[in-house]
């Protein structure tokens, strides 16, 4: 097995990819609300703040600060993800088992960049934006509403016309290029 080695930084800034484990299911969009609440729920009980973030069909990028003297970002996803699959499951939402009886929902583990400076937050807040036009969901990041790119035209931090069509963003930001 491989020795993934994670940076844990109490107080980090972090940028993620969280993915289903079956990349043609939607239920991250087709359940936002419970997806919505699982984040709410977790953030009572384990603050951290939301810098960005794009919801997908099938995953999901966020970048999150934790509070200062905390860097338990895993124990977080733990949490959204079990809350998220429980929702699921109350609703009937048929979900495949794994050999041990667990729900076979996400990935195990998820990819995981620390932000190191300014110029690193801004170009993963660019990619998160742009990533449901990446993907074909639309074709500007103002027509998609599962993303915090609204707040940021809210806040005068983008135009709303960003991100109006195709760009190259280059770099490895946890999922493969399709």
Known sequence: MVSYRRNFIPGGTYFFTV???????????????????????????????????????????????????NADFSGRWRRIKSLFTRALVARDVPLARTGKGEYNLWQRRFWEHTIRDLTDLERHVDYIHFNPVRHGLVARALDWPYSSFRRYVRMGLLPADWGGGPAVLVGDFGEPLS
């Open 19 to 69: 993915t289903l484990n079956d990349r043609r299911a939607r239920h991250l969009t087709e359940h936002i609300d419970a997806l919505r609440q699982a984040f709410r729920t977790t953030r009572r009980e384990r603050p951290f703040d939301v810098v960005a973030i794009a919801v997908l069909p099938d995953h999901l990028h966020a970048i999150l600060i934790l509070p200062t003297g």
